[in-house]
């Protein structure tokens, strides 16, 4: 199923939660994968490790030192999603940063992004007119591309990121980085998403501080799709928990946020 498909089906938003690959080593997320699955989830965002991330917070930023401290690389992201795939888990978007794609290689990296079986890839550093290379590469494998528009992207400009977004469009609750640390302040994201709604009829799904049931009631009133990434890192404890228990600890997390 496209993840295109997966909006326009939906009896509900989906919840799309965020993991580290390799964190804190690759088999425990491939445990948290299937997890997830069980929990609920409709679709995946699958983090690549990276030494810069630009839109991370700390937890997320932690997350992925420990992936690159026990060596894991674009490749084995890719493995991941393959073997995630296989035992068939929810359709799988990777989100990356330009610089590991670039040096990946742009075609090579949409081609084995492809036979992995993700759907996509979100690269949050990538400005709009940065992407079109990309966004080609992708879609010449079928594969999507969500843009991201900030709290304070202008209409004119949301409209165009809006346009070239594949898949759904990735709406920022706040500025700064990602956590689950604060409560978003939904009056402004509302008025987001009106706009957003204005200029695209795409799905829109919310991300960046959304972490507990009541921000799910909340971003579900208006939005098609929830994302979750810090909260269900925390939930292992910062790599403390490894294997089973990590999983265990993911699933009962994620299993209070799935929207009803």
């Keep these: 199923m496209t993840v295109s498909s997966l909006f326009e089906r939906r009896t509900r938003p989906l919840f799309i939660p965020y993991v580290m690959a390799g964190d804190p080593d690759l088999e425990t997320t491939a445990l948290i994968v299937d997890a997830l699955r069980e929990a609920g989830a409709d679709l995946i965002e699958l983090g690549v490790p990276y030494g810069d991330p630009l839109a991370d917070g700390p937890t997320i930023a932690a997350a992925g030192q420990r992936a690159l401290a026990r060596g894991t690389r674009m490749c084995d992201v890719l493995d991941l999603t393959r073997r995630a795939r296989t035992k068939g888990s929810p359709p799988i978007v990777l989100l990356t940063y330009f610089n590991p794609v670039l040096r990946y290689g742009l075609k090579r990296f949409a081609a084995d992004a492809g036979d992995s079986g993700a759907s996509g890839a979100i690269v949050p550093d990538a400005a709009l007119e940065e992407t079109s290379e990309l966004r080609a590469e992708l879609a010449a494998c079928d594969l999507v591309m969500p843009l991201l528009v900030a709290p304070s992207t202008p209409r004119e400009r949301a409209a165009r990121i809006a346009e070239a977004s594949s898949g759904f469009v990735y709406a920022v609750s706040r500025l700064g980085v990602t956590g689950a640390g604060s409560t978003p302040d939904f009056t402004p994201l509302r008025r987001q ?12 799904a919310v991300g960046f501080g959304v972490s ?13 799709g929830i994302i979750v990434g810090s909260a269900l890192i925390d939930a292992y404890a910062g790599g403390a928990k490894r294997g089973r228990d990590a999983a265990d600890a993911v699933a009962r ?3 209070t946020l799935v929207p009803a």
């Design 193 to 204: 998403i009106a706009m957003l709604r204005g200029v695209t009829a795409k799905a829109l």
């Design 212 to 224: 507990s049931p009541s921000h799910v009631r909340e971003v579900a009133s208006i939005a098609d």
């Design 253 to 255: 997390v994620a299993g």
